[in-house]
């Protein structure tokens, strides 16, 4: 019992570990990666790092012509991206997340999913990260519903219209 204890002991450090790994690789990758290489190339590079890092499975599709929007509201989607992965990461105790980014019909399209426990009812009310998404997906003028049971994970659908306010400011 003594050493299972310090086994899960050590491996709640290294999975803190990983988060904070995770965040500062982010904040590193954002001003090249988003500036010179767009949202796709950013996230691409964001996902590689989290499968190195963590022992998180990561899948990412991208579908459609990709539409570069401005460069602050390709951030905003980055960061919504990136509070979606790292509430998996130290809340949902999954071991694969899915991501699709679809360019289509004047919208960019974001599918997340994770198999991990799930969300709580009151989910809504809780946390800075869940109020972030909502504020950002907001700012962008999209909207989302999120799908959750106990033990099911969680699946995001979020919808940004791809306006020419969204594409040049």
Do not use: W
């Not at 001003?31 to 790092?49: D, R």
């Not at 899948?59 to 509201?73: L, P």
């Not at 509070?83 to 360019?103: G, P, Q, W, Y």
């Not at 972030?132 to 909207?143: D, M």
């Amino acid at each position: 019992e003594i050493s299972a204890c310090l086994v899960g002991s050590e491996m709640c450090i290294r999975d803190r570990k990983s988060i904070q790994e995770v965040r500062e690789i982010a904040q590193d990758l954002l001003p090249g990666a988003l500036k010179y290489g767009g949202l796709v190339s950013a996230c691409q590079q964001f996902f590689n790092s989290i499968e190195k890092s963590t022992p998180m499975q990561l899948n990412a599709q991208f579908n459609g012509e990709v539409i570069r929007i401005s460069e602050k509201n390709e951030l905003s989607v980055f960061r919504v991206i990136q509070e979606l992965i790292n509430n998996t990461l130290k809340h949902a105790d999954a071991s694969v997340i899915d991501v699709e980014l679809s360019f289509q019909d004047a919208k960019l399209m974001i599918n997340y999913k994770d198999n991990g426990v799930g969300l709580p009812e009151n989910a809504n009310n809780q946390g800075l990260g869940l109020y972030n998404i909502a504020s950002r997906i907001q700012s962008l003028k999209g909207e989302y519903t999120v799908n959750s049971n106990l033990g099911k994970g969680v699946e995001f659908v979020i919808e940004i219209p791809l306006t020419m306010d969204l594409i040049s400011n």
